[in-house]
């Protein structure tokens, strides 16, 4: 496998994503292999997505809306498919689904960020005007946060930026105690009740991540807390911090800066150590401008995620115009960096999924955004059908490599449910060892996406039943280790616990196939799971799509609808 580890950092209120590649990370910048790269994306690309947003080439990252018009920025690399010579390029859209490109908008031209434009997230002052904090290298090779706003406030599309004279506007000094290489990605400020902005800025001090706050009266001149906004030991580095407030009664989205009653606070963070994300829900204490997990949110990488696949540098922003909250995330390849570098680009952006939280207040819920449903097409629908055990049955009538497919399954008989062994805690272990062809008593049953018409090839995303005590445990896998007749890449299985009780909901899945990702959520999404894929034998008119039942007793499918999924207008 190449040692090439590409990174690229949370963007903007928007999201601001960062890829990895092999689930490690670095600051190297590979020039001498940008040169491979340097043609134009083929017309021949089997891989590429065809409604999941990608640039022409390279990295990408970022939206926030202004005037109607959402923004997407994201991190760029005009020279080649590695990390290096990094702008902030610039796609407009009306509905988060189709993109227009515009020129970059930020690109390294002052000393505090010389050598890079990195994160960052975009503001909307009381005023309507948008401000971006970003995160800067200086010549000392030091990560500082700087300023930007756009030049021409009357302009919808805001093509141009201007920098702000200050900066930089937060730096590290022997003074405040701030390691100068671990000090980024400052997230969507919030205004206080005594009219201060407050910030916070990923960081570490030895094996504890932290969320260093950062207070402003005029949004320019920033004072450091004596405290972090919150920190959790044994955690490392804090990348891609993200702190929302949620409603703990309504399902619609909350101003950034919205506090009181009837209010949770979310903070996320993304770990440069494991490349997981984890979040917790707790009570923002906004005299004391500290955050307070609740009782029984886990507050490390074991606790609960977004995604449970490939998933990271995720970033949510309040879309006024629909009051709701938008997540986005970043994607990066299973593939290797000389893959591709020959290809020309890498990663992907996650479909934006609104986001709220769940009406028992202990976990965050998503769901793709309806405007993606509009792509729709050519539904199939599948009447009640009794799955028996060892069953498959082909869904047909629908374009398999570009589709969108939900179904929900009705269990009635539970006494085939297999034991949960206590040592059994790790979804993604158990998922491994528990996969599509490994057969049991409730399940594996779900649906085989992506696959050849004999079956040497799939990706299958399905759910098992166990029973624990008095209560069953439902566990959400998707196994890709039939997903590529390619050895080198990456074919890791998820999984995830799904907080669903089976005796009295119906088990939903629903998943978004698109070419080389399969993007599935559980328990109307409860848990989900991303997942890059390459297949092989699967390539557009071969690709076929299943529902499967691998275990000894039959399930219902109450209801199947899929889709084909039409090509978005994507730069």
Known sequence: MSNLFLWLLCLSSLILGHGVLELEASHHVSIHLQSLSSAATSPNQPYRTAYHFQPPKNWINGPLIYKGIYHLFYQYNPHGAVWGNIVWAHSTSTDLVNWTPHDPTIYPSQPSDVDGCWSGSATILPDGK??????????????????????????????????????????????????ASSFRDPTTAWLGPDRRWRTIIGSKRNRRGMAILYRSRDFTHWIKAKHPLHSSKDTGMWECPDFYPVSTGTQNGLDTSTIGLGVKHV???????????????????????????????????????????????SKTFFDSAKDRRILLGWINESTNATIDIMKGWSGIHAIPRKIWLHKLGKQLVQWPIVEIEKLRSDQVDLPSTLLKGGSVLEVSGVTATQADVDVTFDIKNFEKAEVLDPSWTNPQVLCSRKGASV????????LLVLASKDLEEYTAVFFRIFKRQNKFVV????????????????????????????????????????????????GEGKACISARVYPTLTLNK??????????TEGVRISQLSAWSMKKAHIN
């Open 130 to 179: 948008p401000v971006i904090l970003y995160t800067g290298i200086n010549p000392m090779n030091q990560q500082v946060q700087n300023q930007a706003v756009p030049k021409n406030l009357s302009d919808p599309f805001l093509l141009e930026w201007v920098k702000s004279p200050y900066n930089p506007l937060m730096a590290p000094t022997p003074m405040n105690m701030i390691n």
């Open 267 to 313: 903070i996320k963070v993304s770990l440069d150590d494991t490349k997981h994300e984890y979040y917790t829900i707790g009570t923002y204490n906004h005299v004391k401008d500290i955050y307070i997990p609740d009782k029984g949110s886990v507050d490390n990488d074991s606790g609960l995620r977004y995604d449970y696949g490939k998933y990271y540098a």
């Open 439 to 446: 057969k049991g008593g409730l399940g594996p049953f779900g």
């Open 475 to 522: 566990l959400m896998c998707s196994d890709q280790s039939r997903s590529s007749l390619n050895l080198d890449y990456d074919k890791t299985t998820y999984g995830a616990f799904l907080d669903v009780d089976p005796v009295d909901e119906k088990l939903s899945l629903r998943s978004l196939i698109d070419h080389s990702i399969v993007e599935s959520f559980g």
């Open 542 to 551: 071969g690709a076929h799509l299943y529902a499967f039942n691998n275990g």
